[in-house]
């Protein structure tokens, strides 16, 4: 492997023969082709096999399922939380949500509550009925601020509720705490 960041332990406990920072030069390529030649003879051979190596765990970042129908509340959000490392799958409407979680088994749901086709609260019920998706943290995002509106969405299945505009700081706080109860 060739890089400009100096990654070599987890490139060489994954498989690489050798890693090498840019800018390389013409000498230091000529030994790595030599010892690719006779492998015997490398002192990486020895490291590769070697049972004191563990493998390096590699961990996919969170997938996080957001329904919402509003476009800029999309854009704004996902690239928030695209930008923080976690993955998004996007659904515009509450049957989506629904079939998208079965499909792709998010880690958490960001649900919009007012959304065509089926309402979240409706989406929500209907996800939380899977015995599959009885645990997935499901946080309720809605423009309405009624003390009723919070009661219908715990009692819907949400674990947590925000009103929108959403403090997209505070959001991930408690995507990640939610995501570390799991």
């Known amino acids: 492997m060739i890089s400009v960041i100096d990654e070599r332990s987890p490139a060489l406990s994954l498989g690489a023969f050798e890693y090498l920072v840019k800018p390389i030069n013409r000498e230091q390529f000529r030994q790595i082709i030599e010892r690719l030649r006779h492998p015997e003879d490398s002192p990486i051979n020895a490291l590769i ?61 960001l649900m919009d509550i007012q959304m065509p086709k089926l309402d979240g609260l409706k989406a929500i019920r209907q996800i939380r009925a899977e015995q599959d998706f009885i645990h997935t943290p499901i946080i309720a995002l809605t423009a309405l601020a009624m003390p009723k509106d919070w009661e219908d969405c715990m009692e819907a299945g949400a674990n947590h509720y925000f009103t929108k505009p959403v403090k997209l700081k505070l959001l991930v706080e408690t995507i990640q705490n939610l995501l570390n109860q799991m």
């Open 49 to 109: 096999i070697a049972p004191t190596v563990a493998p390096i765990e590699v961990t996919c970042p969170p997938l996080i399922l957001l329904a919402e129908d509003n476009e800029a509340n999309v854009t704004t959000i996902s690239c928030y939380l695209e930008a923080r490392g976690y993955r998004l799958i996007l659904a515009k409407n509450g049957e989506d949500a629904v079939t998208l979680t079965k499909i792709q088994n998010p880690d958490l749901i």
